[in-house]
């Protein structure tokens, strides 16, 4: 299962739910209130020091950078694929 910590207005974010929507990818969300500071707390933190989002877990694996991110699902799935290098 895949667990997207993000925010409505972060263009990063936005970039991994584009990925996940044209890949037709079920994914788990998790908002992180960034204009309360969320994301400054420590569990939060935990997983992100960086205190940014969005934070991708999955199996056991935690990805913090949203090229990133895009990469590794694109990487996971083949098709749709979503980089002129795989076409």
Same mark, same amino acid.
């Given at each position: 299962?895949?667990?997207?910590?993000?925010?409505?207005?972060?263009?990063?974010?936005?970039?991994?739910?584009?990925?996940? =929507?044209?890949?037709?990818?079920?994914?788990?969300?998790?908002?992180?209130?960034?204009?309360?500071?969320?994301?400054?707390? /420590?569990?939060?933190?935990?997983?992100? /020091?960086?205190?940014?989002?969005?934070?991708?877990?999955?199996?056991?694996?935690?990805?913090?950078?949203?090229?990133?991110?895009?990469?590794?699902?694109?990487?996971?799935?083949? =098709?749709?694929?979503?980089?002129?290098?795989?076409?």
């Amino acid at each position: 299962m895949f667990i997207l910590y993000h925010h409505g207005s972060s263009v990063c974010a936005a970039k991994v739910r584009l990925t996940f =929507a044209e890949k037709g990818i079920s994914w788990e969300s998790r908002y992180v209130e960034i204009l309360k500071g969320e994301q400054f707390e /420590p569990d939060y933190l935990k997983i992100n /020091p960086n205190a940014v989002v969005p934070t991708l877990v999955h199996d056991g694996y935690v990805i913090i950078e949203s090229t990133i991110i895009a990469e590794y699902i694109n990487d996971l799935f083949d =098709a749709p694929p979503l980089s002129a290098y795989r076409c």
